[in-house]
């Protein structure tokens, strides 16, 4: 789920998205403020790490990080590691923190509905706040959204996209 909405192309790429930063570039230039970063779940790892003010140099510096993490360390340890260090609000970090907190369960009793509803948070935590009505309807549709994308590339059935779909709501 996280894959879906945060970084499409992960298996197919060096820790750096080509695709994504030419996307970007494009959405930035024809634009009056900053549309996209382009940033792979790698280069948020590594953002993640080392916080620090936001510019085109800090962005090479992500991107030759996520490339020398994802060439030492591969990807399957770039993903557990985002997974455990991402931020979800109120000081939690991790899904599997972040299922206890918010939903009462350990991250392997999951749905579907709950596996998206989480996955939309780290987008923007503060704006997706699951102790906030408004936050908490943001979440939601940004996990139906996830839901659909799971749905469209074959992650899950037609039948667990419905059920999911109506459990979400």
Avoid at 54 to 83: C, I, S
Avoid at 116 to 144: E, H, K, V
Wanted: aromatic content about 8%; cysteine-free; overall charge positive.
């Amino acid at each position: 789920a996280t894959l879906a909405i945060e970084d499409r192309r992960f298996w197919g790429h060096p820790g750096v998205d080509p695709i994504a930063i030419l996307r970007a570039l494009k959405q930035n230039l024809t634009s009056d403020e900053r549309v996209s970063g382009a940033s792979t779940l790698a280069m948020q790892v590594a953002r993640l790490q080392h916080p620090g003010a936001r510019g085109y140099l800090r962005k090479a510096l992500e991107a030759a990080t996520a490339w020398l993490a994802t060439g030492r360390y591969g990807r399957d340890a770039v993903l557990r590691h985002y997974l455990r260090i991402v931020p979800y609000g109120h000081r939690i970090h991790g899904i599997a923190y972040a299922a206890r907190r918010y939903l009462d369960k350990p991250v392997e009793d999951l749905s579907w509905a709950e596996i998206a509803f989480l996955a939309a948070i780290p987008q923007s935590p503060a704006r997706m706040d699951p102790y906030a009505p408004a936050g908490r309807l943001r979440a939601i549709r940004r996990g139906r959204q996830i839901l659909a994308q799971l749905g469209a590339r074959g992650a899950i059935s037609s039948v667990e996209l419905a059920a999911s779909t109506a459990e979400i709501d």
